[in-house]
């Protein structure tokens, strides 16, 4: 059972190996899942870095970071984006115009869907 949604900011923290958040991941890992939105999120990120990379070496880390992403979201339930929770995003949008800013986007969604959760 996902008892905890990880964010972006959390995955990015958790794959660099970033003490406290690493050892409260691995500490919870079995109650843990990870929204689509923010697979999304991290996978643009590499997609953007390595189009713009042309050093092999960094490319050869690059990569393997990524697939260490790609494995670690293997091993997580993907929470997906549903109609239910884009209903409650727009219901939040419309009561709270200051979350539609587009940098705040995303972490609405994803709070959509935590709060649409059974």
């Known amino acids: 059972m996902v008892r905890y949604i990880l964010d972006t900011d959390h995955v990015s923290l958790y794959l660099g190996l970033q003490q406290p958040t ?15 939105i923010s697979v999304q999120e991290v996978l643009n990120g590499w997609v953007g870095q ?25 091993k997580l339930p993907i929470l997906n984006y549903e109609t ?10 419309s009561d709270h115009p ?3 800013k587009r940098k705040l986007k995303n972490d609405v969604r994803i709070a959509a869907m935590v709060y649409d959760r059974p």
């Open 50 to 74: 390595l189009g713009r990379i042309s050093n092999e070496n960094y490319q050869i880390a690059a990569y393997k970071k990524l697939h260490a992403a790609s494995r670690f979201f293997q």
């Open 84 to 93: 239910s929770a884009s209903q409650v995003y727009q219901q939040l949008i």
């Open 22 to 36: 690493y050892d409260r991941v691995r500490q919870e890992f079995a109650d843990c899942g990870v929204s689509i």
């Open 98 to 100: 200051k979350l539609a």
